[in-house]
């Protein structure tokens, strides 16, 4: 009888909690109980696998000087520049040169009116802008050296593969292929990679060129609010992560202190601006074991991409780069961001990441810069393959953390700026490498500066940490 009646009373208040929905919908006038259609990507990704490095084949190239000199020589006089007339419509850009001599736009005829294809006077090769490339170089298979042939291209890069079939490479996986997967692979043969790949990106990012800070225009000492006010105020945003609301309910209750919780927006944004370079440029002890991670922050309505990396060891951020996007640029820029503070690239140095393919195209264009190093993939928490076991408890750390700076995150509300988010998580990194003890270091900050820890409280670390930057950037800037 019980069963039956608590079945029945169930079903009736799911009944009611629908009406009162629905009630309140109207009341409204808009659902408040659809969750966000927009959401972050979080879905398993298709293995990607990244095959070696292709041979690449520099043609031969000319000098022009040396061909002018020679026709000097043979015809008795110089060869003279393109005669344009002047009433000619195609004119060739200054900045485009031969690529196979490099001879002046001066030299190249613009060989089919306005449609961009060139023709160089000196040595006669024909080129437009988009071949560009394949005239400085032609990227050969490495496992049959026949050139790989342009198939895709895609926001950052171009796909390459060899499309020969007694490639070594594809016979292997052919014969690799059991034969209920040969079935499958006629059926559906894009769901198999079988021949050799190779992504050439296009972004224009050159690797570990150093940044020298930039002195922040903002003078701190016309901040209408005392050294300790501000420190107060960061104690209780960045470090107990209440809301700046609350934060200002709690300066005026407790301290008395009458202050808008937008101004202490303001101020942070102040205060972040003056730590960024400090924290970015900080002569950092490192380990060699990192771990990278991302995760969602909301600016301006949108979810973001807040990309962590970290010394697993030391307990350092070295990271931490805001993007709309979780693209391979983003994680290409925030694995430059880790190898920028190391004073000399690490022999055997590994990134422990999740399963994105971005960090394995990020390890590739490094790789296409002579940067070298290992990406171990850990493939969620109940993944049984040996990489993702072995590495497993370094990707725990990182979610730590990541669950350490959403607690603290999380009563922010997301941030109103692009501005903001950044000022919000650059106050995070300053508190948890400078400020913050870690239960891993046996209670230790992970940077130990003794100016900071000599001091009674944390209010007084935090003006002495913005002391401290202020004192840095000027250092570094006269
Ligand atoms: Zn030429
Ligand atoms: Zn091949």
Redesign the pocket.
């Known amino acids: 009888m019980y069963p039956q009646i608590i079945t029945y009373l169930l079903t009736f208040i799911k009944y009611q909690d629908q009406v009162i929905r629905t009630l309140l919908t109207f009341l409204i006038g808009k659902s408040m109980f659809d969750k966000p259609v927009e959401k972050p990507v979080n879905k398993p990704y298709r293995k990607l696998q990244v095959d070696d490095l292709p041979i690449i084949e520099t043609l031969q190239k000319f000098d022009y000087k040396l061909l002018l000199n020679e026709y000097q020589e043979k015809n008795g006089k110089p060869l003279k520049p393109v005669r344009r007339h002047s009433n000619s419509k195609t004119t060739v850009p200054s900045s485009i040169k031969c690529p196979k001599c490099g001879a002046p736009s001066d030299f190249l005829y613009a060989n089919n009116g306005d449609k961009g294809q060139y023709q160089c006077k000196v040595c006669t090769c024909l080129f437009n802008q988009k071949n560009h490339y394949s005239k400085e170089a032609i990227l050969k ?1 490495p ?2 050296a ?1 050139t790989l042939e342009k198939v895709k291209e895609r926001k950052d890069f171009d796909v390459f593969k ?1 499309k ?1 079939n007694d ?1 070594s ?2 016979q292997k996986k052919q014969n690799g292929l059991s034969s209920k997967e040969k079935k499958q692979f006629k059926k559906d043969p894009q769901a198999f990679k079988m021949r ?1 790949i190779f992504r050439q990106f296009r972004i224009d990012y050159q690797p570990l060129s150093k940044r020298s800070p930039q002195k922040p225009k903002l003078d701190l000492s016309r901040l209408y609010v005392s050294p300790h006010t501000l420190g107060l105020i960061l104690t209780y945003h960045v470090n107990y992560g209440l809301s700046a609301r609350k934060t200002a309910a709690l300066m005026k209750d407790v301290h008395g202190v009458s202050i808008s919780h937008q101004s202490i927006l303001n101020y942070e944004n102040s205060v972040a601006l003056m730590l960024k370079p400090y924290v970015d440029h900080y002569p950092y002890e490192l380990s060699d074991q990192f771990c990278g991670d991302e995760t969602y922050i909301r600016v301006k309505g949108r979810w973001h991409y807040l990309f962590f990396f970290f010394d697993a060891v030391k307990k350092i951020i070295l990271s931490y780069p805001v993007s709309p996007n979780r693209d391979t640029q983003s994680a290409i820029l925030a694995i430059d961001e880790v190898l920028l503070k190391m004073k000399e690239i690490p022999k055997n140095l590994t990134f422990i990441v999740d399963g994105n393919p971005i960090y394995l195209l990020a390890q590739h264009f490094f790789a296409q810069h002579d940067i070298s190093f290992d990406v171990k993939q850990v493939i969620g928490l109940t993944n049984e393959d040996p990489v993702s076991t072995e590495y497993r408890p370094l990707k725990q750390i990182i979610e730590r953390l990541n669950r350490t700076f959403k607690g603290n995150y999380r009563s922010t509300h997301g941030f109103g700026s692009d501005h903001g988010s950044v000022s919000f998580v650059t106050l995070f990194v300053a508190y948890f490498n400078f400020l913050r003890p870690h239960s891993a270091l046996e209670g230790k900050v992970p940077v130990i500066h003794p100016e900071l820890l000599q001091l009674p409280n944390m209010p007084a670390r935090w003006t002495k940490l913005i002391g401290l930057a202020q004192d840095w950037i000027i250092e570094q800037t006269t």
């Open positions: 298979c496992h049959c026949k060899c020969n490639c490479y594809y050799y």
